[in-house]
């Protein structure tokens, strides 16, 4: 089965640092997704991407996050000033169509710890 | 908006004993309904879905009937193993207000002894 790439798996970093997540999604995909889980918690939606632009984000989605497909391959997620409360594990998931009968494949995720 | 609520866990089971997780949802329209589990260290993997009303999704000998009446999805499995230790999350896509997003419950890890 297709499969979509996370890296790295694991991150590390100071509070206030900026880090980016990276995806690769599944080659003919459109849809784009990142999905963050607090340990322990609820697995949470942040954002939605398709046509180079956010179809939807969540509350969680403030200003110190962005979303980048930089070239046709990669989907980014951008933290630019980290805070204690973003470690979390970051997943990313994209879909071919926006169908609900779909599923969504989910990568392996990047576990983020902020210090 | 739309939601899911899952029983709280964590559920500790004997080898071979009957699972059932409860998941109730709430949702205009006719979503899809998921089941998805996260087995220790790894990512999320689809185990089963239904995409109408009284479909059965099964897989690997899970099964989840979609019930509209109840807005219920309940996960069942007759014998548990060993292997079967993860964290199961009910979700739903769609209904009337589809963005495409799925929508997650708070996941309920299983625990199996031997």
């Known amino acids: 089965e297709p499969e979509v790439t996370q890296t790295p798996s694991h991150q590390v970093t100071q509070m206030g640092q900026e880090v980016i997540l990276r995806c690769v999604p599944i080659?003919?995909?459109?849809?784009f997704y990142w999905y963050r889980q607090i340990l322990g918690q609820k697995v949470e939606f942040l954002v939605s991407?398709?046509?180079?632009?956010?179809?939807?984000k969540s509350e969680i989605f403030d200003d110190q996050f962005s979303v980048e497909r930089p070239d046709g391959s990669n989907f980014t997620l951008k933290i630019r000033s980290t805070k204690l409360e973003d470690s979390a594990m970051y997943f990313c998931a994209s879909s071919s169509t926006q169908a609900t009968n779909e599923k969504l494949f989910f990568g392996s995720g990047t576990q983020l710890s902020v210090l | 908006g739309n939601s899911v609520t899952q029983m709280e866990g964590p559920v500790t089971l004997s080898e071979e004993a009957f699972l059932t997780i409860n998941c109730t949802y709430t949702a205009t329209g006719y979503p899809s309904l998921f089941w998805y589990v996260q087995y220790p260290g790894e990512g999320l993997q689809l185990l089963l879905k239904a995409t109408k009303a009284d479909d059965k999704g099964s897989n690997k000998g899970f099964e989840a009937t979609y019930r509209k009446e109840t807005t219920s999805f309940h996960l069942e499995k007759g014998s548990v193993q060993v292997s079967d230790s993860a964290v199961y999350f009910c979700a739903l896509r769609g209904g009337s207000s589809n963005t495409g997003k799925l929508i997650f419950g708070q996941g309920t890890t299983l625990q199996v002894k031997p």
């Open positions: 080659s003919n995909h459109l849809y």
């Open positions: 991407f398709y046509n180079n632009e956010i179809s939807e």
